[in-house]
């Protein structure tokens, strides 16, 4: 699709460009969508909160700056509504104010704040780099400066002269960091801490946006750093391809552990990024093989498309539960849904596209991502990189990372990995399935079978029950629907080949799906049942009934049980490390530097005073203080001494002494008054000899006088 | 002639009010003249400055006259200047009901601005001088204002590093006196090569000294230590003058002597340069640690001042066309948002008494007016888009980047974005505990008296209002400010 574009110059300094194509058409009518839908079930979930106009004023700020980002033709643009979106979405985590809430808001926050301003900086240098923002634009630059040329197509000499390292490094370094930006807001392995805190704590319309839309913004610019700018760099899409196996892997796993309904689908969400990390990752390393790579491009935009989608339903549906129930763990939960079918139809068809069942939306993405692996595992086992093209291809690549780039039993791990984290994702949902809609409460079950009949509004039932209809539509036919959505999309993503038509349906592709699910079963039969439960205990033991044993009380099995077992075995190997970085890695040393710099800050502060001060110290020192002023006449002395001695004793006997007075030594007054006396001498005495000269000089005179009428008379 | 009017005008009503028997006693009078003069400056500002040209004031010798002239930089320091002023006036009128003495505040007030505007439209480098010791002292009364111990201590405190900095400049000042023909602004520089043929090293030693000694006034280490001293002991809206105007009159003062008397060329690539890029990048990341550590609110803002100037000062030290549109755009926006900061922080001292960050909890239920153009001038401080302070730090940091100072290229952007997150750090979570101070928050005081809801006085949220918009419009439309700084860079650089 050709798409329209608006320049607005001068808005921001840059100005701000906004295009029309393809994914982003698709995009903006995705947002439209849930914005839509989870606004409608906010009518009824918002009901008993105080401060609705806050919610909504942020809740639609946040979809005016999530469409702008999504509809950015230059990153600056981007950047702008990006920074705008983390702010205004910050509103929804801290929106109840419970300390819970205001914790993972203060994570989200500064995960937000940090990721922004790493990948401002990333903005800089590669603006330095290619002197353009704008997303047609970077993809050739940057193709030209990977290539080594002293210019750009248009004749352009590279910049970043100057700069710390050559071009290609500086590329490198910006692309870097403006993975981490984005991958922040991603969610994508080291930094999807605030994830599973910030979601279980936001309104659920919030959480299915936060966590449906909201995240791939950060795609969006995953995308655009991985496939615009390092399209075909095998170095990169390795980068990218691992990141995304261990999110997937580790959200996953922490889901299936996880006992609280929305945490464990804010988990969920973090290993669905994974597998859209993988899919991009994969589409380089396939375009670096010099293969078309549009079955990946196309299986992680189409996972991106169903992911959000999936995730509207599911989050909608935790909002419906937790708005009759006002709470989450699955222990407090579980049985809510029987005899609901509305909620049921709606959670089921949720599940069912995100464990990848076939003739659900969720199974074709994960096809086309599983199918991406294959054929690159299938390349290198027909030695297609062997000789002298790996040779060739080696050169954009760091060496030692030629071996595992090459090695066919890499990607054949790989391959498992992604099966085996699609077999987890069958197991979580399950259980949370099980747990919702299969397991009785054991004491409050009458109370909930009540409110079958008025647990969800119409208008909120209606807008659920659309949007979960809209999966199986998706999934069962994915040449009519999805096919044609992909068609849209794979244009942003530079893919490159001719899409030839997948039956989705074969007994090959089905395979790959089936075996998913037997994982899935089986470690729902053999890991959640056996380890992840427990019998129930104690006085809720309801006559010996059948379903007492099926139902553990979690927090007991996490707490006390099994946690300790489990972080030293299989989970122990990630978990523990994590948790250590998690907690320390960056912790510490922020405390160290903050603790060192602001000593010696402050050192720098009183630098100038401490110089004036220690001057005065030492070589500018004041001269003392003259002592008290007891020359005077020795009679001063006396006579002082003894007013002094006089005065005391009378206060003594008179008993008027008072505390506190200061008193004033006599001896002072009468060296003050002695003082007086001698300059009135002195001034006595000067005036005195004063009239004398006056009077020597005028007996002279008239000496003179007559002496000299004398002589003249003579 | 019209030029001597906004300089005389307000410094003669200054003289008036602080003289007038009957100011004291009627604060009508006091008000309604001091508003008038201020509403009437900015209008002979607007007309001196449409009307440009120059003047000769006085002729001391053959070589030293004061005389004024306006060109660009005088045009966009004077037109911010009045503005501003006139802002803070109408808040002070509300602000310092509170206080004692409101006509000697008035009085100085006036006076300052007079001396600002001779500042700004001095053309040449003694009359910058004479202005610029005349600003010192006349601002010296608003410090003082509270005549408690404290402020007389920061007022002197202020008095001497002001002095020391001036003193050291005045040396840089004689020496150039002696070498150059004449000491009138000229864009590009007034030295030719011949001038300084065997003195370089005592031009590039003279040109240290001057920035140092000026940058004391802009706050940068290491003669920074007055401001924290200073502006928390000063009323709010002698603060945020200080703070937003007096600190950019250091930095005019930079810009003349680098770029219209010595010359960026000269400057380039000499050591001189490297010390002051050091010096500048040192006092952006100190100021914002040492705020992140400050508890109580106004010494926080003004701790932040010495960081945001110096990143202007950053700017203007790299001697390139970018970044010098980051430092002039920064100067504008700085003085805009920190005005903004301190007006709420006086509007919150004012009406609750609050002057530590923790006591401020739950501060959205007493004025979220305020507080929330609290929230947008501290969003434009960080750098967050839309607003203004992000144009300017881009501004700064591709200036940087493409400035071929070698290490400092990059350094430079990451020293500047640490201090953006301590930005956020130190100004966010004032908002926080304010809007969302808990679910089960219950603030004793705010009930018992009668607190929520109490925004202040019109006369002080209207100037707050008015500048968070302008910090937010700034951003958004910066188009027209940033192509006048183009231009000015255009002609010195």
């Known amino acids: ?714 | 002639m019209i030029l001597l009017l906004p300089v005389v005008c307000p410094i003669l009503a200054g003289i008036l009010v602080l003289a007038g028997k009957v100011f004291r006693k009627d604060r009508k009078s006091l008000i309604g003249v001091s508003l008038a003069v201020l509403v009437l400056e900015a209008g002979l500002t607007a007309w001196a400055l449409t009307s440009g040209g120059s003047l000769l004031v006085w002729r001391l010798t053959k070589q030293m006259d004061v005389s004024f002239h306006v060109d660009d930089i005088s045009r966009l320091f004077a037109a911010l200047t009045a503005a501003v002023w006139l802002l803070v006036g109408i808040y002070s009128v509300a602000y310092m009901s509170h206080e004692e003495e409101e006509h000697r505040f008035f009085g100085y007030y006036l006076i300052v601005v007079g001396v600002l505007m001779g500042l700004n439209f001095s053309a040449n480098l003694i009359t910058m001088y004479v202005f610029f010791e005349l600003m010192t002292l006349t601002s010296l009364p608003l410090v003082l204002h509270e005549r408690s111990r404290a402020a007389v201590m920061a007022g002197l405190k202020y008095l001497f590093y002001s002095v020391a900095g001036a003193f050291l400049a005045l040396f840089g000042i004689f020496f150039l006196a002696g070498t150059a023909d004449s000491l009138a602004f000229t864009a590009g520089g007034v030295l030719t090569d011949g001038m300084i043929a065997g003195k370089e090293g005592l031009l590039l030693a003279s040109a240290l000294c001057m920035i140092v000694g000026f940058g004391a006034k802009a706050g940068m280490f290491p003669l920074h230590g007055w401001l924290p001293t200073a502006h928390p002991v000063a009323p709010a809206c002698a603060s945020a003058v200080l703070s937003g105007l007096i600190t950019k009159a250091g930095v005019l003062a930079v810009i003349r002597v680098v770029y219209f008397i010595i010359g960026p060329d000269r400057l380039r690539g000499t050591w001189v340069q490297s010390v002051w890029i050091l010096l500048a990048l040192m006092t952006v990341f100190m100021g914002s640690m040492l705020a992140y550590k400050e508890p109580v609110l106004k010494k926080r803002l003004a701790y932040s001042t010495v960081s945001q100037v110096s990143y202007v000062m950053f700017g203007l030290s790299l001697l390139s066309p970018v970044g010098f549109v980051g430092a002039l755009s920064h100067v504008v926006f700085h003085s805009v948002i920190k005005h903004t900061l301190f007006l709420a922080a006086g509007a919150i001292i004012v009406t609750t008494g609050w002057t530590r960050v923790e006591q401020m909890r739950g501060l959205g239920r007493v004025m979220p007016l305020t507080l929330g153009c609290y929230t947008a001038a501290s969003l434009a401080l960080i750098g967050i888009p839309p607003f203004s302070g992000f144009v300017s730090k881009w501004y700064l940091a591709s200036g940087a980047l493409s400035s071929g100072t070698g290490i400092w290229s990059w350094a430079g952007p990451a020293v500047l974005l640490v201090s953006a997150l301590l930005t956020a750090g130190y100004l966010l979570p004032l908002t926080i505990q304010g809007f969302f101070p808990g679910h089960d928050f219950k603030n004793e005081e705010i009930e018992k008296r009668k607190l929520a809801g109490k925004e202040p006085s019109l006369w002080m949220l209207g100037p707050i209002g008015v500048l968070a918009a302008a910090a937010l419009l700034l951003g958004c439309f910066p188009q027209s400010l940033v192509s006048m700084i183009e231009s000015i860079a255009a002609i010195v650089l």
């Open chain 1, 1 to 714: 699709m050709d798409g329209m574009e608006i320049l607005i110059p001068g808005i921001c300094g840059m100005g701000m460009h906004l295009k029309m194509d393809g994914f982003r058409l698709v995009y903006t009518l995705i947002a439209v969508l849930m914005w839509g839908v989870a606004g409608a079930f906010s009518r009824e979930y918002m009901a008993h909160y105080k401060n609705k106009a806050r919610y909504y004023v942020f809740f639609w700020a946040t979809f005016l700056a999530t469409v702008g980002v999504f509809l950015s033709a230059d990153l600056y643009t981007t950047f702008i509504f990006f920074e705008i979106m983390s702010f205004t979405s910050y509103v929804w985590v801290a929106f109840d104010e419970k300390t819970d809430s205001l914790r993972a808001a203060e994570t989200y926050l500064a995960v937000a704040v940090l990721g922004g301003m790493v990948m401002l900086m990333g903005l800089f240098l590669l603006h330095n780099v290619l002197g353009t923002l704008n997303m047609d634009e970077i993809g050739p630059a940057a193709k030209a400066v990977l290539e080594g040329k002293e210019t750009f197509g248009n004749g352009q000499a590279i910049c970043g002269a100057g700069g710390f390292a050559s071009p290609k490094v500086q590329l490198y370094t910006a692309g870097g960091l403006m993975l981490f930006g984005f991958g922040a807001k991603a969610g994508c392995f080291p930094l999807h801490i605030w994830l599973p805190k910030a979601h279980p704590v936001a309104p659920a319309p919030a959480s299915a946006l936060l966590s449906g839309i909201l995240t791939k913004a950060g795609v969006f610019g995953v995308i655009l750093v991985s496939c615009v700018m390092f399209g075909n760099d095998g170095g990169w899409g390795l980068l990218i391809t691992g990141l995304g196996l261990v999110t997937m892997f580790l959200g996953a796993l922490l889901a299936v552990f996880s006992v609280n309904l929305k945490r464990t689908l804010a988990c969920s969400s973090v290993s669905q990024i994974g597998f859209i990390m993988t899919g991009i990752g994969m589409s380089c390393l396939l375009s670096w093989a010099g293969e078309g790579n549009l079955l990946a491009v196309r299986g992680a935009f189409l996972h991106m498309v169903n992911h959000s989608l999936i995730k509207l339903v599911l989050f909608l549906c935790a909002g419906a539960v937790f708005m009759n129930l006002h709470q989450l763990e699955l222990n407090d939960i579980r049985g809510f849904g029987r005899g609901k079918p509305a909620l049921c139809f709606c959670f089921l068809m949720g599940a069912l596209g995100i464990g990848g069942i076939p003739l659900w939306n969720g199974y074709v993405s994960k096809t086309l991502l599983h199918e991406s692996i294959v054929e690159y595992a299938h390349l290198l086992e027909e030695g297609a990189l062997a000789g002298a093209k790996a040779a060739e291809m080696g050169q954009g690549v760091p060496a030692m990372l030629l071996p595992i780039l090459t090695n066919p039993a890499v990607w054949k791990a790989a391959e498992w990995v992604f099966l085996f984290t699609g077999g987890m994702t069958v197991a979580y949902m399950v259980k949370l399935f099980v747990a919702l809609f299969v397991d009785r409460h054991p004491v409050r079950q009458a109370e909930f079978d009540e409110m079958s009949s008025h647990y969800m509004k119409p208008l909120s039932r209606f807008v659920l029950m659309g949007a979960a209809a809209l999966l199986p539509v998706l999934g069962a036919a994915p040449h009519l629907t999805m096919d044609r959505i992909a068609d849209l999309g794979q244009g942003f993503f530079q893919g490159t080949g001719h899409a030839h038509v997948i039956a989705f349906f074969s007994l090959t592709n089905l395979k790959g799906g089936l075996i998913s699910i037997g994982i899935g079963a089986v470690l729902y039969g053999a890991v959640i049942r056996q380890f992840l439960m427990k019998p129930e205990t104690g006085a809720e033991k309801d006559g010996g009934r059948c379903y007492v044993n099926r139902w553990p009380s979690w927090l007991d099995l996490e707490n006390l049980v099994y946690r300790p077992v489990l972080q030293v075995a299989l989970p122990g190997i990630c978990g523990a490390v994590f948790g250590v970085l998690d907690r320390y890695v960056i912790s510490v040393p922020l405390k160290v530097f903050m603790a060192a710099s602001s000593v010696a800050c402050r050192a720098m502060d009183h630098m100038t005073d401490g110089l004036v001060v220690l001057m005065r110290k030492t070589v500018c020192r004041q001269l003392p203080e003259p002592k008290a002023h007891l020359e005077g006449n020795w009679l001063a002395h006396v006579l002082g001494g003894m007013v002094d001695g006089i005065r005391l004793l009378w206060e003594k006997v008179s008993g008027k002494r008072r505390e506190g007075q200061v008193r004033i030594s006599a001896v002072h007054h009468f060296i003050e008054r002695e003082k007086q006396m001698k300059h009135t001498g002195v001034l006595v005495e000067q005036s005195f000899s004063f009239g004398l000269i006056l009077f020597c000089i005028g007996l002279c005179l008239t000496l003179g006088y007559l002496l000299a009428v004398f002589y003249q008379g003579m």
